[in-house]
């Protein structure tokens, strides 16, 4: 069953590798990658988001926050795993815990520093275009690391996350308990 997640990322990857070679600097500067999670949809910034993969196999550390996953060896490395709709503190979604399904896990990019981390979404919707979302009025509870809301044709709501100041949110980083 992992075996088809991993066609479909691989074709996925492609997909989008494509469409962004075409493209030009301002084009994916407003391109982002749109993901859902908690019955919410999200907006990265495509220099953001390091890769997304399926989700691996993730050891569990004790005395951890519930919303800390555990760790996962990507390719020699360690990274932190956390189930984004609980540390937002939504219910947690258990298709997130574990291989197959549209689970998906983004880690961190570049812009995050040197914090090997990465968050686990229910699933990775593909790229939008800000110049086909109109600006939406921000949430009053916003965190910081919160950026622009938009809304779509459809009058859905977009939410960015900004995982670079994410990446520096104190909350996020005190994974123990």
Known sequence: MARPAKIDLRAFQQELATRLSTKTA?????????????????????????EVLAVPP???VPLTQPWFLGIANIRGNL??????????????????KGPGGQARLVLF????GELRAGVVVT????????AELAPAAPRVDAPGWYGERWMDAD???????????????PAFLQVGI
Not at 109 to 112: E, L
């Open 26 to 50: 301002a084009q994916v500067e407003s391109s982002r990658l749109g993901l859902s999670f908690g019955g919410e949809n999200w907006l990265v910034r495509l220099a953001d988001a390091g």
């Open 58 to 60: 993730i050891a569990a």
């Open 79 to 96: 990274h932190g795993v956390v189930d984004f709709a609980a540390f937002r503190g939504l219910p947690a979604d258990a298709s997130t």
């Open 109 to 112: 990019g570049a812009r995050a």
């Open 123 to 130: 699933r990775v919707i593909g790229l939008r275009n800000l």
């Open 155 to 169: 009058g859905i709501a977009w939410q960015e996350i900004d995982l670079a100041r994410l990446a520096r949110d």
